[in-house]
């Protein structure tokens, strides 16, 4: 009987190999989560209706009306996706906080594999792989079992080679190339993959390899036996006891599974709690990204505008806003308090006469999806200057006039006024504008109308619009639920959104 797994197995190697199979878990299905926010995958960051590679969802889009994004997001089984039921913010914190032990761990096994010596096993040092692995191949496909390895046949180690230093740091690059804080200061580094649109369907092509993978990896271990492939991979040798290692493989694997039930119940039950426990994780790493990566969009030109950006958010409701939409705002004006020197009102006009920003620039929705557009605004900077910020201040918190309740869709809760706040550091980057324009002309009605709010290191959700004020304040707890936003109180959004 040939042997799959090496005859001897250090104990961090064993340990490295537990774990991350416990972090996968968690990371393919939080990642299932966020894809059913849009199941959708494209092969330009246009994202336009009808140029989809691959749908998984039967929903057509709503004709003859206005719609948003949101009303494509699934609502997908908590058996599936962590945690299920249309909960794209906590699926995010479980994928950031499970990719992060994820990646810890694989840079645990990697560098101690390639102090040990250990790395002989994984890394081919002869062509000679290539003709065994063809070998072992065809002896697999003809129901034999190859000759053994040492301690690997070349099919093994080409595979377990390919899924450490290729499948895995593939994976990764492509989930940070979706981060619009990465994508907007490395503009390059998203090329390398031909853009988000394609490093997002390249990263859905990474879940499948992991789990055919996973699958056939697993059935190769029972094929050549599954007790003593588990002596060696969890006792350490394929001499250790085989009740043992049985026993522990099924303790590992209730362990497993109890851990999934455990943050997918929790998720759903008390998603306050668990959202606050998993944001201690992600939210430092977010703010530091958010600061220190300001975006550096330039390469766009008008010829890389989509010929259809979504939208996302319906505008207000009512009769005040359709009387400001009918008298061009001369109603409306910008208010500007807080912990502020001089608190400001500005009217459009004198917002106009301000300096100007023209940008033309990739929108990232939270959802997946994305776009170009052209926009004109002030800086938010120079308002800021305008007014005089005090050192107090952290937070600079936006106000908006449409209220949830009258025009909240899908999954979205029915209640409260928009608003959404962002660090003072990133209302200070060249990038971040009130944007009264969107592709050469005014901002029209769904875009935010007459001034909405453009961050391009952040996701779209920061970017509020239909702004009425802005409000300067050092702590975000007694504004709203205290968690930074409407998103952030109501869908359980981070409240900083670099990633
Ligand atoms: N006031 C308000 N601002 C909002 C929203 C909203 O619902 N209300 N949706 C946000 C989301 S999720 C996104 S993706 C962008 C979409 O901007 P767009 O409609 O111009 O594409 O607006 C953001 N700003
Ligand atoms: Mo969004």
């Not at 250990?118 to 190859?146: I, K, N």
């Not at 271990?221 to 001499?239: D, F």
């Not at 008008?302 to 010929?307: C, G, H, L, Y």
Request: aromatic share 8%; with cysteine.
């Amino acid at each position: 009987m040939s042997l799959l797994l090496a005859v001897e197995a250090p104990g961090w190697l064993r340990a490295t190999h537990a774990l991350s199979i416990l972090f996968l878990t968690l990371v393919a299905r939080s990642g299932v989560e966020i894809l059913s926010s849009f199941p959708k995958l494209y092969g330009s960051d246009h994202c336009t209706p009808g140029s989809e590679l691959l749908q998984l969802t039967r929903r057509p889009l709503p004709e003859g009306r206005l719609w948003t994004g949101l009303e494509e997001e699934e609502s997908w089984s908590p058996w599936l996706a962590l945690p299920g039921r249309t909960n794209l913010g906590l699926g995010r914190h479980w994928h950031f906080a499970s990719v992060l032990a994820w990646i810890t761990t694989g840079l645990t096994y990697i560098v101690l594999l390639l102090a040990s010596g250990e790395w002989r096993r994984l890394v081919p040092t002869s062509l000679a792989v290539f003709s065994d692995a063809w070998t072992t191949v065809v002896a697999y496909l003809s129901l034999e079992l190859p000759p053994p390895g040492d301690p690997y046949n070349g099919a093994q180690q080409l595979a377990y080679f390919g899924v450490v230093f290729g499948l895995a740091p593939l994976a990764i690059a492509t989930g940070a190339a979706m981060s619009p804080a990465v994508a907007g200061r490395f503009p390059r580094f998203l090329s390398l993959f031909g853009g988000r649109q394609r490093a997002r369907t390249l990263h859905f092509g990474c879940l499948i390899a992991f789990v055919g993978f996973t699958c056939v990896h697993t059935a190769l271990v029972v094929v050549h036996g599954l007790p003593e492939g588990l002596a060696a991979i969890l006792l350490g040798s394929t001499e250790s006891s085989h009740r043992d290692a049985i026993l522990l493989g099924v303790l590992g694997l209730a362990v497993i599974v109890a851990v999934n039930l455990a943050a997918t119940a929790g998720s759903l039950g008390r998603p306050v709690l668990v959202r606050r426990l998993l944001d201690a994780i992600g939210e430092p790493v977010q703010r530091l990204l958010a600061r220190t990566l300001a975006s550096q969009q330039r390469g766009y030109t008008t010829a890389d505008i989509s010929p259809y950006l979504r939208i996302n958010g319906y505008p207000p409701a009512g009769d005040d806003y359709a009387a400001m939409i009918s008298n061009g705002f001369r109603a409306w004006r910008l208010d500007v308090g807080g912990l502020v020197e001089r608190p400001l009102s500005l009217d459009l006009d004198e917002l106009r006469a301000l300096e100007r920003v023209e940008l033309i620039t990739k929108h990232n929705c939270i959802q997946g999806w994305s776009g170009v557009a052209a926009w004109a605004g002030v800086p938010l900077a120079q308002v800021l200057e305008l007014c005089g910020v005090r050192p107090a201040a952290r937070f600079v918190v936006f106000r908006a006039l449409d209220d949830k309740a009258e025009t909240g869709v899908g999954a979205e809760p029915r209640e409260g006024r928009f608003y959404g706040s962002i660090l003072l550091e990133v209302a200070l980057q060249p990038q971040s504008i009130l944007a009264y324009e969107f592709n050469g002309l005014p901002l029209p009605p769904e875009r935010g109308a007459p001034l909405r709010l453009r961050l391009e290191n952040q996701l779209g959700f920061k970017m509020v619009k239909w702004i009425d004020r802005i409000e300067l304040v050092a702590d975000l707890r007694e504004i709203g639920r205290g968690r930074g936003g409407w998103k952030e109180d109501h869908v359980h959004f981070g409240s900083t959104a670099a990633v």
